[in-house]
């Protein structure tokens, strides 16, 4: 006991960063998913193909490849590369949001699909404005439709924050890791993985939170 | 005359699903429009408030057109034109994402009809016009389906429409309850709302409605007084179908 409590400052220290990286990537790919999923409806042919290319991308490579080409592969384009060159953190939090905002681009556009047509001519006959349509009406239902895909790519995401990884950001696998080398012993190991259900237990708690107060009136 | 319609025409498609359709609604008319399913009236209904645009004739709304001879007026005449109209829909169409009070609040206040105290004030009195002064907080999912469609009447009449367009209103509705919303209807009748009814409750079109108009792939097969088609249909194609 007195051994895990001995690691446990090096442990959470890595645990903050891990959550730094989550709560950047969540806070910027949420709601930038949006203007995505709807260039990937858009009656424009290009803007149409750019966002399909974009998403393609980004969902047919690992994220670990994507992080380790922006943060190592960019700053050697030649003329322009020196000026690409992020820090690791920073480079670690671009390529989690290009990354997620294509997931949740995707999750969003099925969520559009399954909102009523029917809804936009209610907007239509009560003389609503496209602008209100979307923000009142529509965008809530896609929403409480996504939640819990959302929530499950939030979940991943917690989880994928163990990537920085690859690029030795001292995160909580790299802090753990780090401890076993040292010690020789796995238990630090086995004290990440508790850590992660625990901060995964709480996330998995304010989702389900969510659900049920979007939940209007349906019992779910 | 509240509504002229002149020689409309629509196809989706090849298929012609309104042909050469003319009609007048007055002011305080209660207008059945019968027909069996795809003879257009549907279609018809909807291409007053713009749901549907036309190909071809012309549709005035108390003296300016919406469209004349298939060339719609502006953005701006056509926002005005179709706001006077309300229109109910054969599936509710309520916002889930809404209590049945913010549902009737909203588009009033959105729409720049008035502030939110004199929303609230209106959609008490609508509430209670309907009898749903208790479910104000209730969300739609928690109606029944009668429910819902009063609180869907209630949320048009909220903007104060000078004509009401109902399409199908009882057709999802189990029969034990279309009676409630159909005497919702009888009651909007004898305020004087002029209202255009397509549906399929005959003891509606013939109690309620002072003029019916019967439909046949897409033209209007006999149209007249609620007691004349009734009674006396020229028709053979009007007569078949009453027998039903």
Same mark, same amino acid.
């Given at each position: ?28 790919? /949420?709601?930038?998913?949006? @203007?995505?999923? +709807? =260039? %990937? ?5 290009? *803007?149409?193909? !750019?966002?399909? &290319?974009?998403?393609? /991308?980004?969902?047919?490579? @690992?994220?670990? +490849? =994507? %992080? ?5 592969? *960019?700053?050697? !384009?030649?003329? &322009? ?12 939090? %671009? ?11 995707? &999750? ?113 | ?244």
């Amino acid at each position: 006991m007195d051994y895990i409590i001995s690691m446990l400052p090096m442990l959470l220290k890595g645990t903050v960063t891990s959550l730094k990286l989550f709560a950047f990537a969540l806070v910027l790919s /949420i709601p930038l998913g949006l @203007p995505v999923a +709807l =260039q %990937l409806r858009s009656r424009f042919r290009p *803007l149409r193909w !750019i966002a399909n &290319i974009y998403v393609y /991308i980004f969902r047919s490579t @690992p994220l670990m +490849l =994507q %992080l380790v080409i922006i943060y190592f592969g *960019l700053p050697r !384009i030649p003329g &322009i590369g020196p000026y690409l060159l992020l820090d690791r953190f920073h480079a670690a939090i %671009l390529a989690f949001v290009l990354n997620y905002i294509a997931y949740f681009a995707e &999750i969003y556009r099925s969520g559009l699909l399954g909102v009523n047509r029917s809804q936009f001519e209610a907007c239509q006959v009560l003389g609503l404005s496209h602008w209100q349509t979307q923000t009142r009406v529509i965008f809530p239902q896609m929403f409480r439709i996504c939640l819990p895909s959302v929530a499950n790519e939030v979940i991943t995401l917690l989880k994928d924050t163990s990537l920085l990884y690859a690029v030795s950001v001292a995160e909580l696998i790299h802090n753990a890791e780090a401890i076993v080398n040292r010690d020789a012993n796995m238990t630090a190991l086995m004290v990440a993985l508790v850590i992660y259900m625990i901060l995964n237990f709480f996330l998995t708690v304010i989702l389900k939170h969510l659900e049920s107060r979007f939940s209007w009136g349906k019992n779910l | 005359m509240m509504i002229q319609v002149t020689n409309l025409q629509k196809a989706f498609g090849s298929n012609q699903v309104l042909r050469d359709i003319s009609f007048e609604v007055a002011r305080g008319d209660v207008i059945a429009i019968l027909g069996a399913s795809g003879s257009g009236k549907s279609t018809l209904l909807r291409s007053l408030i713009h749901l549907e645009a036309v190909d071809g004739g012309s549709i005035t709304i108390e003296g300016q057109d919406l469209v004349r001879d298939g060339i719609y007026a502006g953005r701006e005449q056509i926002r005005r034109l179709t706001a006077k109209m309300g229109m109910v829909f054969q599936a509710y169409n309520l916002f889930p994402n809404m209590t049945v009070k913010k549902n009737l609040i909203l588009p009033f206040t959105l729409t720049g009809r008035g502030s939110h105290a004199k929303a609230q004030d209106r959609c008490l009195e609508l509430l209670g016009k309907v009898g749903l002064m208790d479910k104000l907080n209730d969300f739609p999912s928690s109606l029944s389906g009668g429910q819902q469609q009063r609180v869907a009447i209630a949320r048009a009449l909220m903007l104060n429409p000078d004509i009401m367009l109902f399409d199908e209103p009882t057709s999802a509705l189990d029969p034990q309850i279309t009676g409630e919303v159909l005497s919702t209807m009888k009651d909007l009748a004898s305020d004087h709302m002029t209202m255009l009814v397509v549906t399929h409750e005959l003891g509606f079109a013939r109690n309620v409605a002072n003029k019916v108009i019967f439909m046949h792939q897409g033209v209007i097969e006999e149209a007249g007084t609620a007691e004349a088609v009734f009674t006396r249909p020229q028709s053979p194609v009007t007569k078949a179908f009453l027998r039903l």
